[in-house]
């Protein structure tokens, strides 16, 4: 089964993963490595190509071609072999296990991915930094390795997310900052749509396409998680901060709160208050 990026980069933020082995591996050319045939991987695998090609073949039947700008994600309790072509293949390999789940419930971490990821020279450097960490001997190296994975796992994502959108994201990037911006102000769906010389129909599609929810759904949750931050400050009434985000009505902005967080704003307030005294 095939996980969407959003998909992924859910469970990733939710299922908490340990970073093992980091390598800068090459292959020689026209060579098959089938260590895997018989051992399956114990560990799942981030994969990213550097230099030249290889075909990675799991359980005999699924086969990813890698190359710079392609990347392998997940892979763990397969039998794999490796061919590679007429120039060898380089690549950064980054070994890690969900913990703390049942394995079942983190197949999207562990099943095979093949997400596109065009080098910048971000990326370039992550990979580099990464490699670093993962030899020094400083105390610190291990919180290093783990906060790099999830940048690069980050970079990845957010570039297959650009990958599959081709010709809209820098249109849905736009809005998702002017959201950003102005937030508190009365944007409504017409509104976005306009700003991009859009119908609202098909600027709703590719919003939804590209972030996982409707436009207006989004400025709604964005705006509810604006007033939590704000709320559990303690210093500000609720009546405020509904207007601070947008909503005249504080009525109409507590139902929504409660339904998109789970409480009452007021509850946050008063919980700050009992847990934090002055």
């Known amino acids: 089964m095939a996980y969407s990026y959003e998909q992924l980069a859910q469970d990733f933020a ?8 980091v390598f800068r591996t090459e292959l020689e050319a026209s060579q098959i490595y089938d260590g895997h045939n018989t051992r399956p991987t114990t560990k799942c695998a981030l ?3 550097l230099r030249g090609q290889a075909e990675f073949r799991f359980e005999k039947s699924e086969s990813f071609k890698l190359e710079q700008g392609l990347v ?7 039998r794999l072999d490796i061919t590679t072509g007429p120039e060898g293949f380089e690549y950064i390999l980054v070994h890690y ?3 703390g789940v049942q394995m079942e419930e983190a197949r999207s971490l562990t099943e ?4 596109h990821a065009e080098p910048d020279p971000e990326q370039l450097q992550l990979m580099d930094r990464i490699t670093q960490a ?6 610190l190296g291990p919180l290093e390795k783990k906060t790099l994975f999830y940048q690069l796992l980050n970079k990845v994502l957010q570039s297959e997310r650009h990958f599959q959108n081709k010709d809209s994201y820098t249109a849905i990037d736009e809005s998702l900052l002017f959201i950003h911006t102005h937030f508190a102000q009365p944007l409504t769906l017409s509104l976005l749509a306009e700003r991009c010389d859009m119908k609202a129909k098909y600027f709703s599609y590719l919003f939804r396409k590209y972030v996982g929810l409707g436009p207006i759904d989004y400025l709604i949750r964005y705006r509810m998680n604006r007033a939590n931050e704000l709320l559990s400050t303690g210093q500000f009434s609720v009546a405020d901060v509904a207007r601070s ?3 005249l009505d504080a009525y109409y902005f507590s139902r929504l709160f409660k339904k998109h967080i789970g409480i009452s704003p007021g509850a ?3 919980y700050r208050r009992r847990n934090h005294p002055l």
């Open 72 to 78: 392998l994600l997940g892979g763990l309790g397969k």
């Open 47 to 49: 994969i990213l190509g």
């Open 112 to 115: 095979v991915a093949l997400l």
């Open 134 to 139: 993962a030899s020094t001997l400083d105390s």
């Open 268 to 270: 946050v307030g008063l």
């Open 245 to 247: 985000v947008g909503y």
């Open 14 to 21: 939710r299922i908490p993963v340990e970073i093992h082995g």
């Open 97 to 99: 296990l969900p913990y």
